[in-house]
């Protein structure tokens, strides 16, 4: 990991600057956790879900930190959430992160990512103690789906965590068809129906939409939905497992007219 002395960390960058002040918050936690003090680096390190080189360079030190608050599951969760997302969003980010790192040179920089990538194996001991809590304790269907992100961003399934940090609780998706690019939304389950719209159904209100074709979850699983019913089941989030066969559905395009999995077109709007 990054030592927190290390020059390093004036050159690389966070939403605000240079990163001088992240080892410093760091410290601080490690002696005394303290919610304030972790929503000023949460801001430091991803602003509007955009991360910076000090985020990766972070992240491996926060993981370690939240194997050390069992005494404080609160705190552990929103650690655990927190590089949850930041994992969703570095997978996504392709060549754009090259604009964000700093002035760190190619080889810190390839040190920062395998300290990341070590770093993140800290998260295996987190996942058991992170699910128990939420099934006792957590009732809110958003921190709900932002914990299952975050497990499903550690267990390899990017883009499934994306989808679920820009919809959480099951607001409405927007997505394109993976054939025509026509734009969809899809409403929340209702009366264990979803309906995808071809245009906005709050500025065209009569549009009745097109019922989802729900399809069970089966054998073959390339989206990585299994892991995520595991652990929905595990915590109880119903309302998200009733909305999976309806993600992993099919729907005709109203635009092009072709049968297509709503789950590809959630994806190609999520990247």
């Known amino acids: 990991m990054l030592e927190w002395m290390s020059p390093a960390w004036a050159q690389l960058r966070t939403a605000f600057g240079t990163a001088e002040q992240v080892p410093i918050l760091l410290d601080h936690l490690s002696v005394q956790f303290e919610p304030e003090v972790f929503r000023e ?86 996942h058991d103690k992170v699910l128990a809590y939420a099934q006792q304790h957590i009732e809110s269907e958003y921190e709900l789906d932002y914990i299952l992100a975050a497990y499903c ?31 969809w939304f899809i409403d929340d389950l209702d009366e264990d129906v979803m309906r995808l719209h071809g245009t906005d159904p709050v500025l065209y209100p009569g549009n009745a939409g097109i019922t989802i074709t729900p399809i069970a979850l089966g054998l073959t699983d390339t989206y990585g939905f299994h892991d ?19 993600l992993n559905g099919s729907v005709l395009c109203p635009h092009c007219h072709n049968s297509v999995s709503v789950i590809g077109g959630l994806f190609k709007e999520v990247g």
């Open 41 to 126: 680096l949460a801001e430091l390190l991803m602003h509007q879900y955009t991360i910076y080189g000090a985020t990766l360079a972070a992240v491996p030190h926060l993981l370690q930190l939240a194997n050390t608050l069992d005494a404080h599951p609160t705190a552990q969760i929103d650690i655990y959430i927190q590089c949850g997302i930041i994992e969703a969003m570095f997978a996504g980010s392709g060549a754009w992160m090259t604009e964000v790192i700093g002035d760190v040179t190619p080889m810190q920089w390839q040190r920062i990512i395998a300290d990341y990538r070590l770093g993140l194996e800290q998260a295996a001991t987190l």
């Open 153 to 183: 961003a550690y267990h390899g399934h990017d883009r499934l965590a994306r989808l679920l940090i820009h919809y959480p609780g099951g607001d409405e998706y927007v997505g394109v068809c993976p054939q025509c690019d026509g734009e």
């Open 228 to 246: 995520l019913q595991q652990a929905a089941d595990r915590i109880e989030a119903d309302s998200l497992l009733a909305r999976l066969p309806y």
